[in-house]
């Protein structure tokens, strides 16, 4: 007696205790047996296996009597289609990039050794060029142009003029030396124009050449970056124009 009272005090266990009854017995027979592992999601992002995933889900828990409508169906397989697609073709136009990027640091790289013109006013002077050249663009003719040399510092190396009464870009050279004649020391300077516009003294923009020591990759977005001796890094966008010497 005892041995039976032991076996019907312990509860046995059934399918029932783990899962429940939806109270409908064509959707209990078709459910599936115990919850399925979820599998781990890496990447966050759900794929074509996670859809049809979902989708049997939805098939196996709908309503007989009220089943999913075709229509529905074909335009959720076709969102998920679509999507798809405009994931793949993201792929696609990154590797384009990527092969578009190389492919202009390979072109790039033709500049090396040459100086091409850059919209700044800054240039770097050393014994491999000891001279800076520029150009000075006015919005008219400018019958003298006044040019100032400073250092790193800001302070006054030389000042002279120029004729700027050809008018539009007016090229400028300065041989390196100061205000007494002596070479300036190795280092980057900032050449400053002003001139009348209107009878009034106007700054006037300058950009300066500078000598391409290398090429970098860069990215899809910046493109190529050439890299200027002394004056880092610039966009192969941005230059103005290449100079042979």
Do not use: C
């Not at 520029?134 to 008219?140: A, D, F, K, L, N």
């Not at 003294?201 to 002394?230: D, F, K, M």
Request: glycine share 10%; no cysteine.
């Amino acid at each position: 007696m005892s041995l039976v009272n032991s076996v019907g005090q312990t509860p046995a266990r059934t399918q029932s205790s783990t899962q429940s009854s939806t109270g409908n017995p064509f959707l209990d027979n078709i459910r599936l047996q115990g919850e399925p592992a979820a599998p781990e999601n890496k990447n966050q992002q759900l794929d074509q296996d996670d859809f049809f995933a979902l989708l049997s889900q939805q098939l196996s828990m709908q309503d007989p009597f009220k089943p999913v409508d075709n229509d529905q169906m074909i335009a959720q397989m076709a969102s998920f289609s679509t999507v798809d697609g405009i994931s793949k073709l993201n792929d696609e136009i990154l590797n384009l990039n990527g092969v578009m990027s190389s492919s202009q640091a390979l072109q790039a790289s033709g500049l090396v050794g040459q100086k091409v013109l850059i919209p700044s006013s800054t240039g770097y002077l050393s014994a491999t060029d000891p001279e800076i050249r520029g150009v000075i663009s006015t919005p008219e003719v400018i019958k003298d142009i006044t040019v100032r040399i400073e250092d790193d510092k800001g302070q006054l190396v030389k000042s002279y003029t120029v004729d700027g009464s050809a008018g539009g870009n007016v090229e400028l050279t300065w041989d390196g030396l100061d205000k007494d004649g002596k070479p300036a020391p190795d280092g980057a300077y900032t050449i400053k124009a002003s001139g009348k516009v209107d009878g009034k003294a106007q700054e006037l923009p300058v950009s300066t050449y500078a000598h391409v020591s290398s090429v970098s990759l860069g990215t899809a977005a910046t493109g190529a970056i050439l890299n200027l001796r002394g004056i880092g890094g610039i966009k192969l966008a941005d230059v103005l124009a290449v100079s042979e010497t």
